[in-house]
């Protein structure tokens, strides 16, 4: 089955840079694109798309979330780090049954989709919910099970968080054609304890997952860890092999520069969560010295509950701006850099390089903006329109695979209204 | 003629703090809200409205912006700010006509009201399009002509930007039954001179506008005023009089604590633009401290070229997060304080005390948000899902003066596709 989209703006990916295609044809063969022109392919197509008054352009990869989290949306605002965590966020996580986490997956995967997000990279537990709904939905995710641990006196053999998460890689690793792939995961330092973390690291080492965690969130996390061990989470998670696998760090807020220089001797990939680290008064990563180190920096939203939403469209924009703002520099984080981190570093960081651009050869997972609102116009210079005007409502189509999951308003895959139905029932149950 | 908006959530004002309706009902009569509660009113209306699902607020006022510069959306990003100044916006600025003036204000009207904005604080040249726009939109604004001057030996009476700005005055203020206001300008320190300044101050007291000023917007436009003239901008201003009528200054990104002092004393609102001063790199303005100190603060979207868009929501977002990130405290910052400033707090700067508020007895200045969306489930909190979660494309009816002027993507007293056709004819000319 052959697609070809006509008559649209296209955000194509040449020689490490953008190229931008006015009113051009992008075709489509089963899940890969294989046109890209100003001009009609010479080759027929079983069917054709008039895209006009669009812009295509690669679809948005969420680096770090933790989906069901769409439940505790707007839990507990406004109140200390700690107080929000410990008395709010907690206690209501401790009522979750694995059918209400499926529930909050699934709206976080309708709010995605009709935002443009193409890919997530998602922590939390209960992941199985996550995977059966990832593969329902059509969409793609990177899914882990986060390795805790509370108790320091437990073998570490018989931590079961540990084993879940490597029952999950076997069971579920590539599943869906790739769609799914499994990573491994320790929550962070100030929830797990060194044997544990050396345990795991060495068991998940050559099996193929990447390691996602988070790491230098708060200040006081960081400081809590060089009292405690007399190094940086940074250099505790490399120390104990944590960094052995393809890594990817949540936050990165307080990391130092030997740290970043230890990030880019082990290949650690960022995951810049502006959103998440202004709203919980974390902080500002270092991402323009990040991006000049040549590190792999991506972009995520977090959870709902920090947020509050999943929308990569005010991330892009956030991590687009604020940094200047902080260093009184308006000529830091380029658009031609933030879009890419909030599409093509995520993929790599998903281990997924054949996505994350619009190039023949790569997977079709697009989305169309359209272009007609009033704040889209005039498009003087597209990069800028994408990551200081655009808003996530302005996606109009979301395909994966070359398959159309979302287009005006309408998901082709998911059954919203039963998916609403089972979330307020969710909500109903846990805040009852 | 009197309309019952039913079955929709209200956040209404009650003794200085919100009350949020469940399935409430809110009448209307004529421009005027007469009756707001859980329960149906006993009298009869001469029309009801079904919004089920949706959230009844009061309208956003966009207390600053330069409307016309929609048409430099995406002019010269991401360059040194006297380089994107003087190499890119002035020269286009150059080549405004009337015409185009009118054009892009069109614009910014369609953007505006499609997210919300029922009025809003403009500071451009030609303003009498401006003035003529608003009228025919049914929106409301405070329009004013920036006062400049570039050549301090001219005598201050023949400065022209003054003459027209009190014409402008004379012939428009409070047209439109009250919708369009003129206020009175001077433009900024570093684009005016003391004996302008004071002339035009003593020229304009008493007259009933306000005056609208930028101020301490850079770090070195604050810091060469002091070198300059030993003050600050802010008791420039003050010294020459700019203080003696209702004031309110834009951005105050700079402004000292004696500044505040200064403001509090002569009742100058700041507004507060959080797009523009982090895109442009020029920092975070003491919010917080205005408003322990009881100061009148509002948000801006300044203008499209350097925001890149005039959408409220995104004001009122980054109003709530940036300044916890700066301060590494999550608890700044309540939406209770942020949606005032987006609010009611523009609409007293404005001098318009019979708007802001969903409350009987005021304007009915009323938008809906759409609840049904993805993004907006759970709504556990109804301000925090307002700040943090909610997009300007959410709202799906905007209301002026009792007078529907947006609904659901169709706007009901322009024609959009007009609009559109003038402004990419304005974009062609502008930069052929």
Redesign the interface.
């Known amino acids: 089955m052959r697609l070809l989209l006509k008559n649209c703006d296209i955000l194509a990916s040449s020689d490490g840079g953008f190229e931008y295609i006015k009113n051009g044809f992008l075709g489509i063969d089963g899940d890969t694109v294989d046109y890209v022109g100003a001009t009609p392919p010479k080759t027929p197509y079983d069917s054709q798309r008039d895209m006009t008054g669009t812009l295509v352009m690669p679809g948005l990869i969420n680096a770090h979330t933790h989906s069901a989290m769409?439940?505790l949306?707007?839990?507990g605002?406004?109140?200390?780090?700690q107080s929000?965590l410990f008395d709010k966020v907690f206690p209501v996580e401790d009522r979750l049954t694995p059918e209400l986490i499926r529930a909050g997956t699934e709206?976080?995967i309708?709010?995605m989709l009709?935002?443009g997000t193409v890919s997530f990279s998602d922590m939390y537990m209960a992941p199985e919910e996550a995977v059966k709904a990832v593969l329902e939905s059509g969409m793609k995710a990177n899914i882990s099970r986060p390795v805790q641990c509370f108790d320091p006196s437990e073998p570490v053999e018989e931590n079961f968080r540990v084993r879940e998460s490597l029952e999950l890689f076997d069971k579920y690793h590539n599943a869906g054609n790739g769609r799914v792939r499994i990573d491994f995961c320790v929550h962070a330092e100030y929830t797990c304890t060194a044997p544990v973390v050396k345990y795991y690291s060495g068991l998940v080492r050559g099996r193929g997952g990447n390691m996602h965690l988070h790491m230098s969130e708060t200040?006081s996390e960081h400081d809590e860890c060089v009292k405690k061990y007399g190094v940086t989470p940074a250099a505790w998670f490399t120390d104990l092999g944590a960094f052995d696998v393809p890594a990817f760090a949540a936050h990165c807020v307080w990391v130092t520069d030997e740290d970043l220089e230890l990030m880019k001797a082990h290949n650690v990939s960022a995951v810049h969560c502006p959103?998440s680290?202004?709203?919980?008064?974390?902080?500002?990563a270092p991402v323009q010295k990040m991006l000049d180190m040549g590190l792999n920096v991506a972009l995520g939203t977090d959870g709902?509950a920090s947020?509050?939403?999943?929308?990569m469209f005010?991330e892009l924009?956030?991590a687009?701006?604020?940094h200047?703002?902080?260093?009184?520099?308006?000529?830091?984080m380029?658009?031609s850099d933030t879009v890419k981190m909030a599409t093509v570093n995520g993929a790599r960081l998903q281990g997924r390089d054949d996505t994350g651009e619009v190039r023949v050869g790569k997977k079709a997972d697009l989305i169309a903006l359209d272009l007609?609102?009033?704040?889209m116009?005039?498009?003087?210079?597209p990069l800028?329109?994408i990551a200081?005007?655009a808003?996530?409502?302005?996606v109009v189509m979301t395909m994966v695979d070359g398959c159309i999951l979302y287009d005006r308003g309408r998901f082709l895959t998911l059954d919203?209204e039963r998916i609403?139905r089972d979330?307020?029932r969710a909500?109903a149950q846990l805040?009852a």
């Open positions: 769409t439940l949306r707007g839990v605002s406004d109140l200390p780090l929000w709206l976080a309708l709010e009709s935002t200040k959103s680290n202004m709203k919980l008064g974390s902080g500002f709902a947020n509050n939403n999943l929308n005010e924009h956030l687009s701006i604020i200047n703002g902080l260093a009184n520099d308006p000529t830091l380029r658009p007609t609102a009033p704040h116009r005039p498009n003087l210079d800028a329109l200081y005007s808003q996530g409502s302005d919203a609403y979330a307020a909500v805040y």
